[in-house]
């Protein structure tokens, strides 16, 4: 079992930052490719940002690159999610995920999920 807690979530501004951070614990957190998702009110949940075991690969959603960078820290068992330039559009619950070696863009194929972590961005 692998547990995530996200946080960093909040009200803020467009065109603000935010930084999300997504903790694990549980099993070898270096074993693990890392997913951020959003989901808005009325929407499907949708790919955002994944990363490789070591953090030396990522891909970004077209909806989001330039805007938001995942990284991690195998050291503190942590992935982020820096966002900058925030829009109203960006408003949703973010939740991190966990499966085992490669990156993936759909949630069906995540084994392990936060709880979630809210951001609304206002006009």
């Known amino acids: 079992q692998v547990q995530l807690v996200e946080s960093g979530g909040g009200l803020v501004q467009a065109g603000g930052s935010l930084r999300l951070s997504c903790a694990a614990s549980g099993r070898t957190f270096s074993n693990y490719a890392m997913g951020w998702f959003r989901q808005a009110p009325g929407k499907e949940r949708e790919f955002v940002a994944g990363i490789t075991l070591s953090g030396g690969s990522t891909r970004h959603a077209d909806s989001v690159k330039g805007r938001f960078t995942i990284s991690r820290d195998n050291g503190k068992n942590t992935v982020y999610l820096q966002m900058n330039s925030l829009k109203p559009d960006d408003t949703a619950v973010y939740y991190c995920?966990?499966?085992?070696?490669?990156?993936?863009?759909?949630?069906?194929?995540?084994?392990?999920w936060g709880q979630g972590t809210q951001v609304t961005v206002s006009s």
């Open positions: 995920a966990a499966r085992r070696q490669l990156i993936a863009t759909s949630s069906d194929d995540y084994d392990y």
